[in-house]
């Protein structure tokens, strides 16, 4: 079976910090991957996704991520994080060509940002 | 354009009853998905409906089910409450599937805490 792995339960960073959350999958197949946020108080929502073509996908609010086959790995990255990052964030993956409507998460990371 | 409404927001139930929760996808969505969150788990995926029909199912027992209406809305119905049936319930719709553009979009979800 499909799984999802998130290393970090929790990372604190200052404001301005770097950010790189680890995301490991296991699934031999073609996949697409996602990282989805919810910040308190607030419904979960996508950050970014991976569908095909270049491996470096950026998404909303200045977050990257880069999908590397060979480590079956998906990080999200952020050069400078800010306050308003604070949020937890999930690493999720959905076999191409399988269920349509099935996502596996990962556990989640919580992120706090202090200012 | 009015986003995942899920009813209601928060109940209270007692070992043994069962619970109905409703889900209103957004307008022009076909496909909604059930997810189950609690802190141990995370999210953990119920099932999916797509046009009125189930299109994939989580392992979950039979006791959680659902269906969908022809105007999309859907409901999950929990049987025979038990402690570890406590967690928030999450709603995510999509105009096709995840498969196909990507990208769930979630309700606030319904959090059920079973006495």
């Known amino acids: 079976a499909q799984s999802v792995s998130q290393h970090n339960h929790h990372v604190i960073l200052s404001e301005a910090a770097s950010l790189e959350l680890g995301c490991n999958y296991s699934?031999?197949?073609?996949?697409?991957l996602f990282w989805y946020v919810q910040y308190p108080g607030q419904h979960l929502q996508l950050l970014l996704k991976?569908?095909?073509?270049?491996?470096l996908v950026k998404g909303i609010k200045g977050f990257e991520a880069e999908f590397i086959k060979s480590k079956f790995s998906f990080n999200l990255r952020k050069p400078s994080v800010q306050w308003s990052d604070t949020a937890e964030y999930f690493c999720?993956?959905?076999?191409?060509?399988?269920?349509?409507?099935?996502?596996?998460f990962g556990k989640g990371t919580k992120l706090s940002v202090k200012p | 354009k009015a986003g995942v409404t899920q009813t209601p927001r928060y109940l209270i139930k007692t070992r043994g009853q069962q619970v109905t929760l409703s889900c209103s996808p957004i307008?022009?969505?076909?496909?909604v998905s059930w997810y189950q969150q609690t802190p141990g788990q995370g999210l953990q995926f119920l099932f999916e409906?797509?046009?009125?029909?189930?299109?994939n199912k989580g392992n979950f027992p039979g006791r959680f089910s659902g269906r969908q209406f022809s105007n999309s809305r859907s409901e999950m119905n929990v049987s025979t409450l038990e402690l570890g049936d406590s967690a928030l319930y999450l709603c995510?719709?999509?105009?096709?599937?995840?498969?196909?553009?990507?990208?769930?979009?979630f309700g606030e979800g319904s959090r059920l805490t079973v006495l």
């Open positions: 409906y797509f046009s009125e029909t189930q299109r």
């Open positions: 999720a993956v959905n076999d191409y060509g399988g269920s349509q409507g099935n996502l596996i």
């Open positions: 995510a719709s999509s105009p096709l599937g995840v498969s196909n553009t990507g990208e769930l979009f």
């Open positions: 991976y569908f095909s073509g270049d491996p």
């Open positions: 307008s022009g969505h076909r496909s």
């Open positions: 699934y031999g197949g073609t996949v697409n």
